[in-house]
């Protein structure tokens, strides 16, 4: 406890900036990407080619299969905004321990 109060705003500063630092890197990594990924492109590739073998065309082969069930969706949806609120949550914990650090004690003044 003695530690704790000796070293309160090297904590709580340290706790502030990692929270920051944290939750800005996972907004930026968790952020959707502008076009297609090298991947993607290939995977689109592949099935032009195997359509074209089969006889079919690729729009009728994408038509037919549903990318995603209903439930997949709804699933991802909820993750993407339970993800989003913990980055919210993070980021104002952050922003709080830092701001406590800065703030002076009676005895300081």
């Known amino acids: 406890m003695e530690f704790f109060t000796k070293h309160q705003r090297v904590i709580f500063r ?5 929270f920051l ?3 800005i890197a996972a907004f ?3 952020a959707p990407k502008k076009g297609f990924t090298e991947n ?3 995977a689109a590739n592949v099935a032009r080619m195997e359509a074209r073998m089969s006889g079919q065309s690729s729009v ?3 038509k037919e ?3 995603h069930s209903p439930f997949l969706k709804t699933y991802k949806d909820t993750q993407a905004k339970q993800l989003r609120y913990a980055l919210i949550i993070m980021m104002i914990f952050g922003i709080g321990f830092l701001g406590y650090s800065f703030i002076s004690d009676k005895k300081d003044a």
């Open 65 to 67: 299969k549903p990318k």
């Open 40 to 42: 993607e492109i290939a």
């Open 14 to 18: 340290s706790l502030g900036a990692i």
């Open 21 to 23: 630092i944290v939750s």
């Open 60 to 62: 009728v082969a994408q």
């Open 28 to 30: 930026f990594w968790t």
